[in-house]
T-cell receptor
Framework: AQTVTQSQPEMSVQEAETVTLSCTYD???????LFWYKQPPSRQMILVIRQEAYKQQNATENRFSVNFQKAAKSFSLKISDSQLGDAAMYFC?????????????FGKGTRLHILP | DTGVSQDPRHKITKRGQNVTFRCDPISEHNRLYWYRQTLGQGPEFLTY????????KSRLLSDRFSAERPKGSFSTLEIQRTEQGDSAMYLCASSLGLAADTQYFGPGTRLTVL
């Protein structure tokens, strides 16, 4: 069974600084999708960034980028120029590539605090 | 595009009562998903629909839980004979249904069982 592990329950970063959230996963599959979702306090979860495992190039979305290390099964999220609005729970997540197996498997999350 | 909506946003009930939640997906989204999120945990998959067909159910979905999507639009999740362990946030998401489509989440229904 696939699992996703986030070893940092909480992190803090100074506004405008850079922070990296860690994630490891376990799977026997060679192709899959990885995601980072953001869940602000009392607001709904939104997709931050996604990575297809067959792509070697790391995904980037504005201030958000990932470091995808397939062999190590590591998928970290880097947030540059942190802003107060980045404060949220961040979930690393995995999805198989088979269309019929459409569930997302989430880690336990990392709560990110932005210090002004 | 009004997003995924869920009703009610909060529900407090007594143990043993039945509760029903509703989810309205983004229009034209064929797939609809239910997840459960307990305090301090990430969401856990419960079930999903392709149009009106329920394609997969998690082992977390005990016999007291039932989900429907009768016309392939909105969905309901019913919990019978609620237990305190059912207290959680119930999240709904929807997607177009093509491979690797983004799942868009609703705000959730927070259930408290007293």
């Amino acid at each position: 069974a696939q699992t996703v592990t986030q070893s940092q329950p909480e992190m803090s970063v100074q506004e405008a600084e850079t922070v990296t959230l860690s994630c490891t996963y376990d799977t026997s599959e060679s192709d899959y999708y990885l995601f980072w979702y953001k869940q602000p306090p009392s607001r709904q979860m939104i997709l931050v960034i996604r990575q297809e495992a067959y792509k070697q190039q790391n995904a980037t979305e504005n201030r958000f980028s990932v470091n995808f290390q397939k062999a190590a099964k590591s998928f970290s999220l880097k947030i540059s120029d942190s802003q107060l609005g980045d404060a949220a729970m961040y979930f690393c997540a995995y999805r198989r590539i088979m269309n019929r197996d459409d569930k997302i498997i989430f880690g336990k999350g990392t709560r990110l605090h932005i210090l002004p | 595009d009004t997003g995924v909506s869920q009703d009610p946003r909060h529900k407090i009930t007594k143990r043993g009562q039945n509760v029903t939640f509703r989810c309205d997906p983004i229009s034209e989204h064929n797939r609809l998903y239910w997840y459960r999120q307990t305090l301090g945990q990430g969401p856990e998959f419960l079930t999903y629909f392709q149009n009106e067909a329920q394609l997969e159910k998690s082992r977390l979905l005990s016999d007291r839980f039932s989900a429907e999507r009768p016309k392939g639009s909105f969905s309901t999740l019913e919990i019978q004979r609620t237990e305190q362990g059912d207290s959680a946030m119930y999240l709904c998401a929807s997607s177009l249904g093509l491979a690797a489509d983004t799942q868009y989440f609703g705000p959730g229904t927070r259930l408290t069982v007293l």
